[in-house]
C-alpha cells in the first residue's frame, strides 16, 4: 500500500503542468515599454498585434504617447489555455515648445517635397515591421552622445504659430562632428538620407525595439551590419529639417513610438537643459556643483 502511494505521487509529479504566472520588468507608463516573462512559446495578442514569446518566454510589449489608461493581454499558452490581463497604464503631462522664425519651406513644404517625405515615410514604416529575434536589448542601454538636452519626448511642437506632430524622441545638441555611438547593441536596419530627418540610421536592438538616429553629419554603418554597444556608427550634423547641430534620438516597438528615456531607470523626469556628460545625465542644479 505504500509502495501505491509513492507511485500515485510520482505520478503526479509527472503529470501536473508547471504553473507559469505572467511576470513583468519595466514601468507600465505611456512612452514605456516592459519585458514579459511568460510560458514557453506562448502567443500574445496585444493591441491587435500578434506576438509569440521565444523559448524563454521572453517578449516585449510598449505604450504610445497617447495610450488609455488600461489595456487588455491576451495570453494563449502552447496548449490553448487563454488568459486575460488587465494592465493599467500610467499616464503623462508633456511641455509644449514653441519654435518661430522657420523658412517656411519647412513648415509648409511644395509638392515635390512632400512626395519625397512620404517615400521617406514609407521606407521607415516598411524598417519599423522588421522583428529581429536576437534580444540585443538585454545587454542594456547607454548615452549615445554627449551634450545638452533640448527637446524631450511627447513635447508639442508649434512651428510659426502652427501646432505640428508631438515631438517623439530625445534631443542632444553638441557642435557638428561630435561621435554618436550605439547605445546597445543590434542589426542595422536602415541608412537614408530623408527630407526631414536628414541622414537617418535604424539600429535594430530586438523583438521590435529599435533606434532611430537623426540629422547625422557623416554614417559609418550600413545595413546589415551588426553593431556593438558604445560602437561609433555616425557624428552629429544638421542635415534635414534642423535649426542647428543635434541628434534626435527616437525610439519605437514596431510602429509604437516610445521614449528613449525610458531605457533607464532615471531618479528623475528628463527635463531640457539637463547634460549628458561622460555617459551620464546631470541636471542643472548638478552643474553648478561640477
Not at 51 to 67: S, Y
Not at 147 to 156: A, V
Request: proline share 5%.
Amino acid at each position: 500500500m505504500n509502495k501505491l502511494k509513492r507511485w500515485i505521487l510520482v505520478l503526479l509529479m509527472v503529470c501536473t503542468p508547471t504553473v507559469y504566472a505572467l511576470e513583468i520588468k519595466g514601468h507600465l507608463v505611456q512612452g514605456g515599454w516592459v519585458q514579459l516573462k511568460l510560458e514557453p512559446l506562448s502567443k500574445v495578442d496585444f493591441g491587435g498585434r500578434q506576438l509569440q514569446a521565444d523559448t524563454e518566454g521572453l517578449l516585449l510589449i510598449a505604450f504610445a504617447r497617447n495610450e488609455a489608461s488600461t489595456k487588455t493581454l491576451t495570453v494563449i499558452n502552447p496548449s490553448g489555455k487563454t488568459q486575460t490581463h488587465r494592465l493599467n497604464i500610467a499616464q503623462r503631462e508633456y511641455v509644449v515648445q514653441h519654435i518661430d522664425g522657420l523658412p517656411p519651406k519647412h513648415v509648409t513644404p511644395d509638392e515635390a517635397t512632400l512626395a519625397k517625405i512620404r517615400e521617406d515615410n514609407r521606407k521607415a514604416a516598411e524598417a519599423r515591421k522588421i522583428n529581429v529575434r536576437t534580444p540585443f536589448f538585454l545587454q542594456g542601454f547607454e548615452w549615445p552622445a554627449e551634450g545638452w538636452i533640448t527637446g524631450i519626448y511627447g513635447s508639442q511642437r508649434i512651428l510659426n504659430g502652427h501646432a505640428r506632430n508631438p515631438h517623439l524622441g530625445v534631443d542632444i545638441a553638441a557642435p557638428v562632428g561630435t561621435p554618436i555611438y550605439a547605445p546597445s547593441a543590434g542589426k542595422v536596419t536602415l541608412v537614408e538620407p530623408m527630407e526631414l530627418a536628414g541622414n537617418t540610421i535604424f539600429v535594430d536592438h530586438g523583438y521590435g525595439l529599435r533606434s532611430d538616429f537623426m540629422h547625422l553629419e557623416k554614417m559609418y554603418v550600413k545595413v546589415g551590419d551588426l553593431v556593438e554597444k558604445g560602437q561609433l556608427i555616425a557624428t552629429m550634423g544638421a542635415t534635414g529639417r534642423a535649426t542647428g547641430s543635434h541628434l534626435h534620438w527616437g525610439m519605437s516597438w514596431f510602429d509604437v513610438r516610445i521614449d528613449p528615456a525610458s531605457v533607464f531607470n532615471l531618479d528623475r523626469s528628463l527635463v531640457r537643459g539637463a547634460q549628458v556628460l561622460q555617459g551620464k545625465l546631470v541636471y542643472e542644479d548638478q552643474q553648478a556643483k561640477r
